[in-house]
């Protein structure tokens, strides 16, 4: 029989094996979220989250992250602000290969990104909490995210929500919202390592990459409160380096 009348005689699904398959974007691992994004967040592509801070942002972020590194995949986080508090993403170190970098200033958090990326070792890279790079970085940024096959998802705290005109883009493929609910819910203070009472439902809504849907996301991880600075309490980590150094 000939090569060709063997093709002939294969089924619909032995030839689907030949043709390279389009591979399924991440997972939050959270089945409203993920109902939300069939195609899971896209490789190869910047990914917005407009999530102010206090909203449930970062606890989809370490969801995203955590599902990633269950995967088998690299997962690297650029700390813009160095707010996270350690003890969040601790358990995340047993699972694979998880970074948390925090670069001095969050101009150079991009640089950050941009070394990462080239690395080719993760399936994840995010930025959090940094400034809105210039356009011929975003699109540098793009491409080796695409060259790459890699997700890079950037977090916003939408300093100006209500201004969409100075929400930056990113060049982003897909954009989420984040909205928490005031519903049962007691802010943690500032500074006292107190964590969410309970769980909590947040609103996520797609602006871009698709038809505006929205889903409610029940959160019940226990996260630590983020360490912000205080105008009361004064930021002596520049004074230690300099003792250091003397």
């Not at 939408?158 to 201004?163: L, N």
């Amino acid at each position: 029989m000939t090569p060709l009348s063997n093709l002939k005689l294969m089924l619909p699904e032995h030839l689907e094996r030949l043709v390279p398959a389009l591979r399924r974007g991440l997972l939050f691992g959270i089945p409203a979220l993920d109902t939300l994004l069939p195609l899971g967040v896209p490789r190869g592509q910047i990914t917005a989250l407009d999530a102010p801070l206090g909203s449930g942002g970062t606890a989809l972020l370490l969801a995203l992250a955590e599902t990633t590194l269950r995967a088998d995949e690299g997962v690297a986080l650029v700390d813009a602000m160095r707010t996270l508090a350690p003890q969040a993403a601790a358990h995340l170190s047993a699972l694979g290969q998880f970074w948390v970098i925090r670069p001095r200033g969050t101009e150079s958090a991009w640089w950050c990104a941009d070394v990462l990326l080239r690395t080719g070792a993760f399936g994840l890279v995010i930025v959090d909490q940094a400034s809105a790079p210039a356009r011929k970085v975003a699109v540098r940024l793009q491409r080796l995210a695409r060259d790459k096959d890699c997700a890079l998802v950037v977090r916003d705290t939408g300093t100006h929500p209500r201004d969409a005109t100075r929400t930056p883009d990113y060049g982003a493929t897909a954009r989420l919202r984040v909205c928490a609910s005031a519903d049962g819910f007691v802010p943690a203070l500032p500074g006292s390592g107190a964590a969410w009472p309970g769980p909590r439902t947040v609103r996520v809504t797609t602006l871009k990459g698709g038809a505006p849907r929205a889903a409610e996301v029940e959160l019940d991880v226990v996260l630590p409160h983020r360490l912000r600075p205080h105008w009361a309490v004064r930021d002596r980590r520049a004074y230690g380096r300099r003792a250091r150094t003397r």
